[in-house]
């Protein structure tokens, strides 16, 4: 499907086929008397995050995994987190963690990475994880920087184009330094052997984005502000994936919008992601592919495909 001159690229589609992929393998597991678990850690009154926990919780209990919901106020303290994720940690029927973001500021989201079981943290967040993800042999690979990937991969090969000769010396801009999703990006970007330029606020607030972004032949954007990136800030040809969900009003509605300016960015790249059913849809199945490989690594059962696989990657067993 083409949007003016750029190519959408159907994240829910991509979706479709890894879901179709994973229920196998999760009847796999099942016959094997393993129920994969996850469980979300959720901190209240934040409109993205819930919406996201919604439609994880329709997607585990889709695929017939077990799911539980941790929901703490906004007011809670580092001592209450802490005492959740360690809770979760030894039940033996959850297999993967998910800490929602944002945390509260009174909240160190260091501490609380670092409390989780390593076997358990599916976002590679806990230091041991991240390191692997720096290394270049990736226990768990992030859902959100890996679901930018499949957009990606899927769009080139499906225009015909070698996956590896097409990333090798391009340049990708990532825009957002978060540790779950911007800083992870960059590391499978340059697994691919890209050019790769980061920015972050501070890079805007000098008013040097656009130096920056006009340079992308793959531009990824996470950095959580509204239409942040408009057609001044690209050049012609640009494949652009969009990882922002950020709530706007709209009278009395609230609807989700992108970290691009959709119309204007389309009108000059070559493909771009929407918001929504671009890389949102792709999350929701990945973390759960992550929470079945946790099954399997710590129940010993299933044959499954390594996720860092999928996107071409080595790995740490």
């Given at each position: 499907m083409n949007v003016g001159q750029a190519h959408l690229i159907d994240g829910r589609a991509i979706a479709a086929d890894l879901k179709r992929t994973l229920r196998d393998e999760i009847a796999v597991l099942t016959a094997e008397g393993v129920c994969p678990?996850?469980?979300?850690?959720?901190?209240?009154?934040?409109?993205a995050a819930e919406a996201?926990?919604?439609?994880?919780?329709?997607?585990?209990?889709?695929?017939?995994?077990?799911?539980v919901s941790e929901a703490l106020p906004r007011d809670a303290q580092e001592a209450d987190a802490l005492a959740t994720v360690g809770k979760l940690c030894a039940d033996p029927r959850i297999n993967g963690i998910l800490i929602l973001r944002p945390l509260p500021p009174q909240i160190s989201e260091a501490i609380?990475?670092?409390?989780?079981?390593?076997?358990?943290?599916?976002?590679?967040?806990h230091p041991f994880?991240?390191?692997?993800?720096?290394?270049?042999?990736?226990?768990?690979v992030p859902s959100t920087p890996a679901s930018c990937f499949?957009?990606?991969?899927?769009?080139?090969?499906?225009?015909?184009?070698?996956?590896?000769?097409?990333?090798?010396?391009i340049n990708v801009v990532v825009v957002g330094r978060s540790a779950n999703v911007g800083r992870p990006a960059v590391l499978l970007a340059l697994a691919r052997n890209a050019t790769v330029m980061s920015c972050d606020e501070y890079t805007s607030a000098r008013g040097k984005l656009h130096e920056y972004t006009?340079?992308?032949?793959v531009l990824i954007v996470a950095a959580g502000v509204p239409r942040l990136i408009g057609a001044e800030h690209v050049s012609d040809g640009v494949i652009a994936i969009d990882v922002g969900i950020n709530p706007v009003k709209e009278g009395t509605r609230t609807r989700l919008v992108g970290d691009l300016d959709f119309d204007g960015v389309a009108s000059k790249a070559e493909a771009i992601t929407p918001v929504p059913g671009g890389v949102g849809p792709i999350t929701q199945v990945?973390?759960?592919?992550?929470?079945?490989?946790?099954?399997?690594?710590?129940?010993?059962?299933?044959?499954?495909e390594h996720p860092a696989e999928v996107l071409g990657l080595g790995h740490d067993g």
């Open positions: 678990g996850l469980a979300t850690v959720l901190f209240e009154d934040d409109y996201y926990q919604r439609r994880l919780s329709a997607l585990a209990l889709d695929l017939g995994c077990h799911y609380v990475y670092e409390a989780l079981d390593p076997l358990k943290d599916i976002e590679a967040v994880n991240a390191g692997l993800l720096e290394l270049g042999r990736p226990r768990f499949c957009c990606l991969d899927n769009y080139v090969s499906s225009s015909g184009r070698d996956l590896a000769r097409f990333y090798e010396g006009e340079r992308a032949d990945w973390l759960l592919k992550n929470t079945v490989f946790a099954a399997q690594l710590q129940t010993g059962k299933g044959e499954i």
